[in-house]
């Protein structure tokens, strides 16, 4: 909405998408500014909140009414775009504040991955995480490509406002669903529970580091610190792909938002499946280190962020999701490892430096859409030159992690699940 509200000239009414805009180029050149500028401040914000809310967390024991919390901030979100849909005349700038306010108050999807994994890791025993946490990713990555699929069709064919309608639609049903959630969180019973206000005091987040880099058996540093560094680039070239993707095969390839949903809907079914095999297969059945199943999933995004670079046809690029079946794989295995060397009261405050250090993710969004912005009338595919040495570093790192492990004879589903 925001490429077409700015892309046409003295529009009132919501335009026939099948039309070509007015000014491809300008709508492209003010998306990348609200995602380098409104969109960056958002994520950093919205980060630094809910470093705090984690720290916090620990400090209660029904963990899920935050999530209720989250929830209603995306009801909020899909009212207000509904509502600027009907009324088009609206400026697109009054979308980018609405997305602001409604992600940033309410902690927005990065919220919701971060609390669903600590309420999995509450529930399961540090044997089955790996598996548990691809699953939740699995569906994470399921619900996309279906949800664009067919957002990309309706927005096509019935316009924005029955999209957002649909959106706003189950956005309440997920809100209702959280409802009847029960607390079945294994934290200690003599958890204190603190008062709101002390929510956003620095003692918690100064407890959070003493709490992850405290010197202790079976908890080692150093491989705390890489998972920290190795999440931190999976989700750079996750957030700074995905904020120019769309951009990119329009621009390149002359896509509309139909054939865009078409390919995610193609490019992410195939991840789920990857997902599902290496949680099944290679976690469960074979129980394979997670290093070796971090460092198989890191050479696989490599190879997938060369596809993307050398496409120049679009039968080409349907071969391309074949290399990029593992994609999401490297963040479960990462996310599960780290919560093994942690007690199910310390994982809030885990998150909460985990988040510390992710917060350098925000750069992501302004680093790629500089990036395509400058390149796009010269080499539009000069972002992935960027992703393949950081996925090639994925790979490496968890060769070390793995080699490291071994070397010092760590086990930590053994040790966490022995406490």
Not at 110 to 116: D, L
Not at 168 to 194: D, H, Q, R
């Amino acid at each position: 909405m925001l490429l077409q509200k700015s892309c046409r000239y003295n529009t009132t009414s919501e335009p026939d998408l099948s039309t070509p805009c007015d000014d491809e180029k300008k709508g492209m050149e003010f998306v990348t500014f609200i995602n380098s500028t409104y969109r960056f401040g958002m994520n950093l914000l919205s980060i630094i909140i809910i470093i705090f809310v984690s720290a916090w967390s620990d400090k209660i024991s029904n963990r899920h009414r935050i999530i209720l919390f989250i929830l209603v901030g995306q009801v909020l979100q899909a009212f207000l775009l509904t509502i600027q849909s009907y009324f088009w005349y609206l400026s697109p700038m009054i979308i980018a504040w609405t997305e602001i306010v409604s992600q940033t108050i309410f902690l927005g999807n990065i919220g919701i991955h971060i609390f669903a994994t600590i309420l999995i890791c509450d529930l399961a025993e540090a044997e089955t995480r790996t598996m548990r946490l691809t699953i939740l990713l699995a569906i994470d990555l399921f619900c996309k490509p279906c949800s664009s699929g067919i957002s990309g069709y309706v927005m096509h064919y019935f316009g924005f406002f029955i999209t957002y309608l649909i959106c706003l639609s189950l956005a309440i049903c997920g809100l209702i669903c959280a409802l009847f959630i029960k607390n079945m969180s294994k934290m200690s019973e003599s958890t204190e529970v603190v008062n709101k206000w002390q929510l956003f005091h620095l003692k918690p987040i100064l407890d959070s580091f003493r709490t992850v880099y405290e010197k202790k058996e079976g908890k080692p540093r150093i491989i705390i610190s890489i998972l920290f560094i190795i999440s931190l680039l999976v989700y750079f070239t996750w957030f700074g792909e995905a904020s120019v993707f769309y951009l990119y095969l329009r621009y390149r390839f002359k896509w509309n938002e139909e054939k865009f949903g078409i390919y995610l809907f193609y490019k992410l079914t195939g991840s789920v499946i990857g997902m599902i095999l290496s949680s099944l297969i290679l976690a469960k059945l074979l129980k394979l280190h997670d290093g070796l199943i971090g460092a198989f999933a890191g050479f696989w995004d490599t190879a997938a962020a060369f596809g993307y670079l050398l496409a120049k046809e679009e039968w080409q690029l349907y071969l391309v999701p074949l290399l990029d079946i593992f994609h999401g794989v490297a963040l479960a295995v990462c996310e599960s490892l780290l919560t093994k060397f942690f007690s199910n009261d310390e994982l809030g405050r885990l998150f909460s430096v985990y988040l510390i250090i992710c917060a350098f993710v925000t750069l992501s969004g302004l680093t790629y859409n500089i990036i395509f912005e400058k390149t796009m009338d010269t080499f539009p595919a000069a972002i992935f030159l960027l992703s393949i040495p950081i996925d090639a570093t994925i790979c490496l790192l968890y060769a070390v992690c793995y080699f490291s492990l071994k070397m010092r004879n760590v086990k930590p589903a053994e040790k966490h699940s022995s406490e």
